[in-house]
């Protein structure tokens, strides 16, 4: 999976967590399953595709997760800061 369309799914699934979860402590931790499930499924396409894994392919466990976990926590912050400022009208 590309880079790009991670973050986006991973924005999209933070701002549905911001907006439907009331509790920001339970927000939080739901957004842990996003760099579960890319570890997951980097797990799944090392496993599917062997022929493809070189030297460093390790690296993709520790780098894999990173830019959808952004995307999740700023999706989850505009998602949270929306649901403040419909509730405050």
Known sequence: M???????L???FGFVIGIVITNRKLGCATLLLVPIAVIAHIGVWQHQN?????????????FGPIWPSVGAVCGFAVGLILKILDEEN
């Open 10 to 12: 991973s924005l999209t």
């Open 50 to 62: 062997p022929q493809l894994i070189s030297s460093t392919s390790g690296l993709d466990f520790f």
């Open 2 to 8: 590309e880079v790009e369309i991670a973050f986006i």
